[in-house]
């Protein structure tokens, strides 16, 4: 596709329940970013995939947060045992693979998905 | 801790005025410094960057300032105009292998340029 491209848009689920998201990265990069981003905030870090592998998984919140690329493009976030405090938009980010400083690449954004946990 | 701080938090400009948006960063080896625009509903999008290396860089009608030894950067936007309407976000990030761009945010400024 010409964009990221997240799905659901929106999803409203029951506390406790399971949810997944997903972000079709553009066309081959290689580097994907998932944020959170609550209302009247900016977006906070959460994972940093390079490839297949999670390079960097400082920003979940927790053990309930786990996210996956197995074949190096698309990629879903998997929230368990939803809580209220999981209400937020959830944002995938993709750029071409990062290849040494000052070699920044842009990265570009999906429209997210709106999780309300009700 | 809030790592990137940003003001103000709300800022109405008359159309062809100048916008001003303030950030002030604490880690001093983040050494990229973005700014983004987002629309309600959309993702946010790169508007312009700089590097700690110059003091300023100019796109168009947006300009980012940057002093170094205060750790504080700005965004201006010359001949504001209603369609700029939106909220921006500042960033900065610390380049590494690890973890390649990964961005550090403020907290958001809704612009709101009338007519």
């Known amino acids: 596709g010409a964009g990221v491209s997240q799905t659901p848009s929106n999803k409203v689920t029951e506390k406790g329940k399971y949810v997944e998201l997903r972000c079709d990265p553009i066309?081959?990069?290689?580097?994907l970013y998932w944020y959170r981003q609550s209302l009247g905030q900016g977006p906070e870090f959460l994972i940093y995939f390079q490839g297949t592998g999670a390079a960097d998984d400082s920003g979940l919140p927790n053990d309930r947060f786990f996210a996956v690329r197995p074949e190096g493009s698309v990629s879903t976030l998997k929230i368990q045992r939803t809580e209220r405090g999981d209400s937020a938009v959830y944002l995938c980010a993709s750029s071409l693979r990062w290849t040494g400083p000052g070699m920044n690449t842009e990265a570009f954004f999906g429209q997210g998905t709106r999780l309300t946990v009700v | 801790q809030q790592q990137v701080k940003q003001s103000p938090q709300s800022l109405i400009v008359q159309k062809g005025g100048i916008s001003i948006i303030n950030c002030a960063y604490e880690?001093?080896?983040?050494?990229?410094f973005p700014w983004y625009q987002q629309f309600p509903g959309k993702g946010p999008a790169l508007l312009i960057a700089i590097r700690p290396d110059v003091s300023e860089k100019k796109e168009g009608r947006f300009t980012i300032s940057f002093n170094k030894s205060a750790k504080q950067f700005s965004l201006h936007i010359m001949d504001s105009q209603p369609g700029d309407s939106a909220t921006y976000f500042c960033?900065?990030?610390?380049?590494?292998?690890?973890?390649?761009?990964?961005?550090?945010f403020g907290t958001g400024t809704r612009l709101a340029v009338r007519p």
């Open positions: 066309s081959g990069h290689t580097a």
């Open positions: 960033a900065a990030s610390r380049e590494k292998k690890s973890s390649g761009d990964k961005l550090t």
């Open positions: 880690n001093t080896a983040f050494d990229y």
